[in-house]
């Protein structure tokens, strides 16, 4: 999640730990020119290095924030998520939670849109692109 831009980018993982967790998160942004704030999960430590400064926050001791150091927003999102995808969809399956992550990473990245620029901004994206979605069974 970018604090400066309020992009989102989810990804599910069968598990986490520090190195499936590295590898998503290189793949999204440049370490080396990257804060990283976070709780004080021990997997963090492993990559904080990696990062062009790593600040974190201990909520075992009731500390949610320090200066601009947070994981509020963070927090926040994966609460809405949860909610959603309990609340809304009731059950989701391992193998289309991709999609859902997309579209909800969508949905909070564009939250500040109008709902004509939102639109906007999803036809633009399906434009000339086919539907291969198959109904499972089918041909």
């Keep these: ?5 309020g992009e989102v980018r989810s990804h599910a993982l ?3 730990n520090a190195d499936n967790l590295r590898n998503v998160l290189t ?15 021990y997997g963090y430590r492993r990559i904080a290095s990696e990062f062009a400064n ?9 500390e949610y924030v320090r200066g601009d150091v947070s994981t509020k927003q963070a927090e926040s999102y994966f609460a809405q998520l949860k909610r959603s995808l309990d609340g809304t969809h ?7 939670l991709p999609r859902y992550l997309s579209e909800f990473d969508f949905r909070r990245t564009h939250r500040t849109d109008s709902d004509t620029e939102r639109m906007g ?4 994206r ?12 089918r041909a």
């Design 1 to 5: 999640m970018s604090r400066e831009t």
């Design 14 to 16: 069968p598990n986490v």
């Design 27 to 41: 793949s999204q942004v440049d370490p080396a020119q990257t804060p990283l704030h976070t709780d004080s999960w």
């Design 54 to 62: 790593h600040s974190s926050v201990d909520h075992s001791v009731g």
């Design 90 to 96: 009731h059950r989701v399956s391992v193998e289309h």
């Design 121 to 124: 901004r999803l036809v633009g």
């Design 126 to 137: 399906v434009g000339g692109r086919r539907l291969t979605y198959r109904q499972p069974g």
